[in-house]
T-cell receptor, first 112, second 113 residues
């Protein structure tokens, strides 16, 4: 099946720093989504991207749909302690019945 | 409040027993999904249902079964045939099968000993 490589696997940053993470694939996706998962909870949808090159913001979060349609990036500005969690990217492919393929996640830790 | 509920939050079973995990949604969504998450890993699709009375196998369906008798409900049974059932199970729903935006429940952590 399709594979999504998400990097970095983990990050330990100081409060107030900006964060960047990305997701890459060998296959093209029609949609990219970014989720955040708190420990022991279900993932929460942060941003959905539908068009190559699209740049979308949600508060301090900004995500981009790569021009090649094989990658996506998530940036968090001015991190705060509640940003701690695991961030997952997911690619949607209408050739696969609109199913989502998930990356392995980026674990973010923020030092106050 | 609209949302997805999963119960129980924690479930313990002895090896060899079947166990059913509940998933209910009041979002009026047509499509529902079950995922499995293992420590430090992403989500893998077990089963999905695009409409009532219909469901399809996902990537790791072996040892699992589902039913979709009502739009609101999509229970997952972990059978004794599942070789490594201990995991975190997540249920999700989307408006319909054309939508990529899936919304997740809080999950059920199943431990089998």
């Amino acid at each position: 099946g399709q594979q999504l490589n998400q990097s970095p696997q983990s990050m330990f940053i100081q409060e107030g720093e900006d964060v960047s993470m990305n997701c890459t694939s060998s296959s093209i996706f029609n949609t990219w989504l970014w989720y955040k998962q708190d420990p022991g909870e279900g993932p929460v949808l942060l941003i959905a991207l539908y068009k190559a090159g699209e740049l979308t913001s949600n508060g301090r979060l900004t995500a981009q749909f790569g021009i090649t349609r094989k990658d996506s990036f998530l940036n968090i500005s001015a991190s705060i302690p509640s940003d701690v969690g695991i961030y997952f990217c997911a690619g949607g492919d209408n050739n696969a019945g609109n199913m989502l393929t998930f990356g392995g996640g980026t674990r973010l830790m923020v030092k106050p | 409040d609209g949302g997805i509920t999963q119960s129980p939050k924690y479930l313990f079973r002895k090896e060899g027993q079947n166990v059913t995990l509940s998933c209910e949604q009041n979002l009026n969504h047509d499509a529902m999904y079950w995922y499995r998450q293992d420590p430090g890993q992403g989500l893998r699709l077990i089963y999905y249902s695009q409409i009532v009375n219909d469901f399809q196998k996902g990537d790791i369906a072996e040892g699992y079964s589902v039913s979709r008798e009502k739009k609101e409900s999509f229970p997952l049974t972990v059978t004794s045939a599942q070789k490594n059932p201990t995991a975190f199970y997540l249920c999700a729903s989307s408006i319909d099968s054309n939508s990529y935006e899936q919304y997740f429940g809080p999950g059920t952590r199943l431990t089998v000993t």
